[in-house]
């Protein structure tokens, strides 16, 4: 769970700087920057995409828009590094980015209703997702907004996330089997 919760930022912080060095030339465009980035960014949405899964016991719903979403970052990334894939249609393109962010402040709100993370988590995930709408240039901040939020989640990485604790329990409806 560590690597996924840290290893997803980390990564787009990579993309991030490595997307503003592409940039100092006055275009973001081909290059070794450009490239090594796009390749942070591709690792970056597959873990992303890994925690969303490990996640979704929490809800499927939400894990379901953060995996769809992810994917379709990952379309698009392949797309940019490789001339060979065609490009996803208009709403797709707009739909993929808001199913990845709703889908994890979901899972993340979640966890926070139950007190499995601290109420903060979400919001520095939230300020971090309004950063990259903002400007690709605070891509770096807002990644490290993304890894202070995510980081809560490696508190409880020795628990196994499949076994219910007590305070879990409070939350599962009791049925009465006769």
């Known amino acids: 769970m560590k690597l996924l919760t840290i290893g997803g930022p980390l990564f787009l912080l990579a993309y991030g700087l490595l997307r503003l060095v592409a940039g100092l030339d006055g275009s973001h465009g081909s290059g070794w920057a450009w490239n090594l980035g796009h390749t942070c960014f591709l690792v970056a949405f597959l873990l992303f995409a890994a925690l969303a899964w490990r996640l ?56 926070a209703v139950r007190r499995d993370v601290p109420v903060w988590s979400p919001v520095l995930v939230l300020a971090g997702f309004v950063l990259f709408m903002v400007d690709l240039d605070l891509l770096p901040l807002g990644a490290v907004l993304l890894l202070g939020g995510l980081s809560a989640l490696t508190r409880g990485a020795g628990r196994d996330p499949h076994r219910p604790d007590a305070r879990e329990a409070r939350w599962v409806p009791h049925r009465d089997v006769s």
């Open 56 to 111: 979704r016991r929490v809800s499927a719903l939400a894990a379901t828009g953060a995996l769809v979403g992810s994917a379709a970052f990952v379309w698009v990334i392949l797309g940019d590094l490789s001339d060979d894939l065609p490009g996803l249609p208009d709403p797709v393109m707009i739909a993929g980015p808001l199913l990845f962010q709703v889908g994890m402040l979901a899972l993340l709100a979640m966890l």
